[in-house]
């Protein structure tokens, strides 16, 4: 009986049958799948494949849900808790280093801890952290090896950095973190001490940026350093546009602001052209899709934010009800603005 051999990249089982399937290789002694390999060495990516489900999880487990600053408004929305209830939760938001230096990550901390009291969800801790500080990642450390539970899962929506910390807590050089979704197929594990650490594969999220356009394009969109806030004062019927992905149009004067990558190109115009130049997006845009919906989004009295799928998002103040141009399907949410 021939031994199951899995790719150390993507962890998924290794197979010489079908090179439209998940890890695919020419030889079975390969230690990466096809895809990892020209990931790896290309920065090359073409397929994007979505674990369905979670795999068992041990009863006695200690689960680190990890969330990108980025991803914030999905923050409880897996209710992981459910699929395994006799297990321990702390919730990791990672990626803090993206956010602003002046950013008040007390009263962020604050506002994301009054969420989950209100939603009732079952945690022990919630730790603000960067897989890429180096004392950060001590800490987690110090902070994991205090527990008694043998096993120690790392769940959350792709691209939230889990195999970031994962290799940085075991030191592994294999194993492949890249802003690519869907890039972890099948759990990674190694021993850490007297636990065994688990990089599960990343919960599938509709709309994400992935389903709309290349690798070779959203990698740069996705932001991967401090993102610099952007300040907007439109005009009545004025149309702020991201690209040629987003427009949104306000009724009234309203200040705005936006935290995307700097690379991102914003620009002004008037709301009467924003069909006419998403409709001919190849003459104005260096990134722009083929069919758009308009939703009429109705926002509160307060400060809110608007997130645009796994990229970026918006604050804006209400009342006031604004117009958005986006990609068909792509995920938007509006929630109470976490932080000033």
Same mark, same amino acid.
């Given at each position: 009986m021939s031994k199951i051999m899995h790719c150390k990249g993507c962890g998924a089982k290794l197979q010489t049958d079908d090179p439209k399937q998940i890890g695919y290789v020419k030889s079975i002694d390969n230690d990466f799948c096809?895809?990892?390999?020209?990931?790896?060495?290309?920065?090359?990516?073409?397929d994007h494949f979505h674990p369905e489900d979670l795999p068992v999880l041990e009863k006695d487990a200690?689960?680190?849900?990890?969330?990108?600053?980025?991803?914030?408004?999905?923050?409880?929305?897996?209710?992981?808790?459910?699929?395994?209830?006799?297990?321990?939760?702390?919730y990791l938001i990672n990626q803090i280093d993206l956010l602003p230096r002046q950013t008040n990550t007390d009263l962020l901390l604050e506002n994301i801890t009054k969420k989950a009291k209100h939603m009732n969800i079952p945690y022990l801790d919630i730790i603000m952290m960067s897989a890429?500080?180096?004392?950060?990642?001590?800490? $987690?450390? @110090?902070? %994991?090896?205090?527990? *008694?539970?043998?096993?120690?899962?790392?769940?959350?929506?792709? =691209?939230? +950095?889990?195999?970031t910390i994962f290799k940085a807590l075991t030191h592994n050089q294999d194993a492949l973190a890249f802003k690519k979704a869907g890039l972890t197929q099948e759990p990674l594990y190694q021993k850490l001490d007297h636990q065994v650490i688990w990089d599960m594969p990343g919960l599938f999220q509709k709309g994400y940026?992935?389903?709309?356009?290349?690798?070779e394009t959203y990698k740069k969109m996705i932001p991967d350093r401090e993102i610099k806030p952007r300040i907007y004062q439109l005009k009545k019927d004025q149309a702020l546009m991201i690209e040629g992905l987003i427009s949104i149009t306000v009724p009234k004067a309203l200040s705005v602001v936006?935290? $995307?990558? @700097?690379? %991102?190109?914003?620009? *002004?115009?008037?709301?009467?052209?924003?069909?006419?130049?998403? =409709?001919? +997006?190849?003459?104005?845009?260096?990134?722009?899709y083929e069919t758009y919906e308009q939703k009429m989004l109705k926002i509160p009295?307060?400060?809110?934010?608007?997130?645009?799928?796994?990229?970026?998002?918006?604050?804006?103040?209400?009342?006031?009800?604004v117009e958005i141009m986006?990609?068909?399907?792509?995920?938007?949410?509006l929630t109470e603005a976490l932080f000033k």
């Open positions: 096809q895809s990892c390999f020209r990931l790896k060495n290309y920065g090359e990516s073409h200690l689960i680190v849900m990890v969330s990108s600053v980025l991803n914030l408004d999905m923050l409880f929305e897996y209710p992981v808790y459910r699929y395994q209830n006799e297990a321990t939760f702390v890429k500080n180096l004392q950060d990642i001590k800490n $987690l450390n @110090d902070y %994991l090896s205090t527990f *008694k539970n043998h096993h120690i899962y790392l769940i959350g929506v792709q =691209n939230s +950095g889990k195999t940026i992935h389903e709309f356009l290349p690798y936006l935290y $995307l990558d @700097d690379q %991102l190109k914003i620009h *002004k115009t008037n709301a009467m052209r924003v069909k006419d130049l998403l =409709n001919e +997006g190849d003459k104005h845009f260096d990134i722009y009295e307060g400060k809110h934010q608007m997130t645009f799928a796994d990229f970026g998002f918006l604050h804006v103040e209400g009342p006031v009800t986006l990609p068909k399907g792509l995920h938007l949410s």
